[in-house]
């Protein structure tokens, strides 16, 4: 499969004045314009976020399933696998998932996807 890759000409004057307002690297600059992101206010919570600052996770479809399934496996003290993918953010997620779980008192295994 061929792909191209796409150049995506960027304001080197707005690069600048984010650059030098926010004390940031014109690379960060760049990066920070071509995802839409100009403001001081949406700099700073993209660079800084708090948790007030996510998505509420109850928008994803089912979620309060898989949360009510999740809290009977630790009330019942069930043997349970995380299964995710050999990847940076497969693994990072699986490991901070695990820790989660492992402090509420749920011994869990995992498995990976290669």
């Known amino acids: 499969m061929y792909k191209k890759w796409r150049y995506q000409e960027v304001d080197s004057s707005l ?3 984010i650059s030098s307002k926010n ?3 014109e690379l960060l600059a ?3 314009i071509n995802r839409g992101i100009k403001t001081k206010k949406e700099i700073d919570i993209f660079l800084n976020p708090t948790r007030n600052d996510f998505h509420d996770p109850y928008l994803i479809k089912d979620m309060d399933l898989a949360v009510d399934r999740i809290l ?3 009330k019942n003290n069930e ?3 995380i299964y995710g993918d050999y990847d940076v953010d497969g693994i990072t997620s699986i490991t901070v998932l695990k820790k989660f ?3 509420r008192g749920l011994d869990c295994r995992i498995l990976y996807s290669k």
């Open 15 to 17: 690069v600048e004045e």
């Open 23 to 25: 004390n940031i690297s």
């Open 30 to 32: 760049t990066v920070l």
């Open 72 to 74: 009977k496996a630790i």
């Open 79 to 81: 043997k349970t696998i």
């Open 101 to 103: 779980l492992k402090e």
